[in-house]
């Protein structure tokens, strides 16, 4: 039987993702200046990264992002002003499909990460974890992954695979066999820079079949597509024993 893929780590036959060689573009928003000074001076520290701006509420972060195009955003659940980090992600999502978004937040994963996942973020990440998973969860959603500790990806998946009453059509029957190809991928954990280099595509080519995945699912974000895809090769290892 095919081991199930794990969202808080590499398949089994690949290495941890290597920081990019230019730095990838950091905005972070938080509410507290002094953690956002705090994870500055962190990020600043760390070779492929830089931090490119930062908001302490959604139409600063909004506007912000717009002037600055970051690869990654590190939000926080509670922000100031009106709006919270869930209504940040909606907002981002709706201007930007593509843009990787992590939560850093104090607030309990177990009450917040599904809803994240949900709205768009790939990722959640609590603020007490050390600096190493920080930087370690930010390289992942650069690459296109998602970041979960072992224990809430344990749960975000088996309550995904649960909460479908109607289980949507095969992508056998759906998908050309390039976008089964990619869907398979995404299933098995692999981020889209993976799938691009075992493809021999680049990563926007590699994101248009995502999308196009998206909408024969009728899903709303990439995160949905990935979990859904996870859920595939999970029933079809199942169904080989």
Known sequence: MTESPELTGPPAAAVDPLPPTAKSRVFLVDDHTMFREGLRQLLEREPGLTVCGDAADVAGALAGIRATHPDVVLADISLGGPGDGIDLIKAIRAENEELSILVVSMHDESLYAERALRAGAMGYV???????????????VLGGEMYLSEKMANNVISRFMRGDAERPPSPVDLFSDRELEVFRMLGQGKGTRQIGLELGVTVATVNSFRNRIKEKLHLKTATEVMLQAIRWVQD???GAT
Do not use: F, L, R, S
């Open 126 to 140: 609590m603020k007490h974890q050390p600096a190493k998973t920080m930087k370690a969860a930010i390289y992942k």
């Open 236 to 238: 079809t290892a199942g």
